[in-house]
C-alpha cells in the first residue's frame, strides 16, 4: 500500500513539475529523482511513515489544481486546492506549510504580482492552518512528542537548524551512510558556527537569485526550506536532529533546482534519466535491505553511529 502511494505521489510531482516547468523532460527528471531517490526509503518501507505518503498526495493534488487556478483563472480549482489542503493538512500537520508554497507558486507563475489578491486568496488557507497548529502543538505536548530535551536557547536552534538544512542539501548529493536515526552532532560548538554560516549563506544566496530574477531556481530552493521549515528542530520535536522522512517533499524543491542547471538537450535528459536510475536504484535497493527488520535497521544505525 505505501508502495502504491508512492508511485501515485511519482506521478503527481510530474503533472505539478510539467505545469511548472512547462517541459516535460525536466519534468520527468524531477519525478525520477523524486521516484528512486535512496532517501525515500524510509518513508516508504517504516509502516509508520505512511501518513507521510498520504498527506503528500493531497498537498501536491492541492499544489496541482492551485497552478491551473493561476494559469487557466477558473475558480473550481481554487476550491479543490482548498479541499486536498484540508484533507492534506488532517492527514498530517506538516501541511500546514500549504500556504507558503502557494505564495511562492504565485511569485513563479503570475505574470504580474498583485499582493492584494495574494493576500486575501490565502486567508481560508492560513486560518485553517492556525488552528491545526494551535492543536497540534497541544497535541503534541500532551503526548510528550514536544519535549523539553532539545529545547535549546533560541540561537543555539537557529544554529542548529543551518546544520540540518546543510545535512540535508548534503544527503540529496551524496546519499551514503543514511540512517533511520540521526543523533544530535557531539562537537556542539562547530556545528552552530557551521550552521550560523550556512544561513547567512543561504540568506545571501536567496537574494542574490532574487535579483537576477531567475525565478524557477529561487522557487526550487523556497520550496525546500518551506516544507522543513516545521522540522528543522525550531519547536523541538521529538529526538533527532535530522530524518530521511522528513525530506519527502522537500526533495522535490532541491529536484527543481537540479534540473534547472541542465542544457535543453534531449541527449542529455537521456543520459541523465539512465543515471539516476541506475545509480539511486542500485542504493535504493541496498537500503531497503538494511529495512527488512529491527535486527538489521538498529544494526546499520549502530554502524553509521557506534556512540549513538
Not at 501515485?8 to 524531477?30: E, P, R, S
Not at 489544481?65 to 479543490?80: C, P
Not at 492560513?126 to 491545526?132: E, G, K, R, S, T
Not at 530574477?213 to 535530522?242: D, H, S, W, Y
Request: hydrophobic share 50%; with cysteine.
Amino acid at each position: 500500500m505505501s508502495f502504491l502511494f508512492h508511485i501515485i505521489n511519482g506521478v503527481l510531482v510530474y503533472h505539478l513539475t510539467t505545469l511548472i516547468l512547462k517541459d516535460k523532460l525536466k519534468a520527468l527528471l524531477c519525478a525520477l529523482i523524486f521516484c528512486f531517490h535512496p532517501l525515500q526509503v524510509e518513508t516508504v518501507a517504516w509502516v509508520s511513515a505512511k501518513n507521510n505518503l498520504v498527506y503528500s498526495v493531497f498537498f501536491l493534488l492541492g499544489l496541482i489544481t492551485y497552478s491551473k487556478f493561476i494559469l487557466e483563472g477558473i475558480k473550481k480549482y481554487y476550491i479543490y486546492a482548498l479541499v486536498f489542503f484540508i484533507l492534506s493538512v488532517l492527514s498530517k500537520p506538516s501541511a500546514i506549510c500549504f500556504p507558503l508554497v502557494l505564495v511562492l507558486l504565485d511569485y513563479l507563475l503570475k505574470q504580474k504580482t498583485d499582493i492584494k489578491s495574494i493576500i486575501v486568496n490565502k486567508i481560508p488557507f492560513i486560518i485553517i492552518a492556525i488552528i491545526l497548529s494551535i492543536a497540534t502543538i497541544y497535541t503534541r505536548t500532551e503526548d510528550k512528542f514536544i519535549n523539553q530535551n532539545h529545547a535549546y536557547a533560541i540561537q543555539e536552534r537557529i544554529g542548529y537548524a543551518g546544520y540540518a538544512i546543510l545535512q540535508y542539501i548534503y544527503k540529496f548529493l551524496i546519499p551514503i551512510n543514511l540512517s533511520a536515526i540521526y543523533p544530535y552532532p557531539q562537537d556542539k560548538t562547530s556545528s552552530l558556527i557551521i550552521g550560523y554560516a550556512v544561513v547567512v549563506l543561504l540568506l545571501f544566496t536567496c537574494y542574490k537569485i532574487y535579483k537576477s530574477k531567475r525565478k524557477l531556481l529561487l522557487f526550487g530552493v523556497l520550496f525546500f526550506l518551506a516544507n522543513l521549515l516545521l522540522v528543522l528542530q525550531l519547536i523541538p520535536f521529538g529526538e533527532v536532529l535530522t530524518a530521511d522522512r522528513y525530506m519527502y517533499l522537500p526533495i522535490v524543491g532541491l529536484s527543481l533546482v537540479a534540473v534547472s542547471f541542465l542544457p535543453s538537450n534531449e541527449k542529455y535528459f537521456k543520459i541523465a534519466a539512465i543515471v539516476i536510475t541506475l545509480i539511486f536504484g542500485t542504493v535504493t535497493y541496498t537500503r531497503v535491505i538494511v529495512w527488512k527488520n529491527s535486527v538489521s535497521l538498529y544494526t546499520n544505525i549502530l554502524v553509521n553511529h557506534p556512540h549513538s
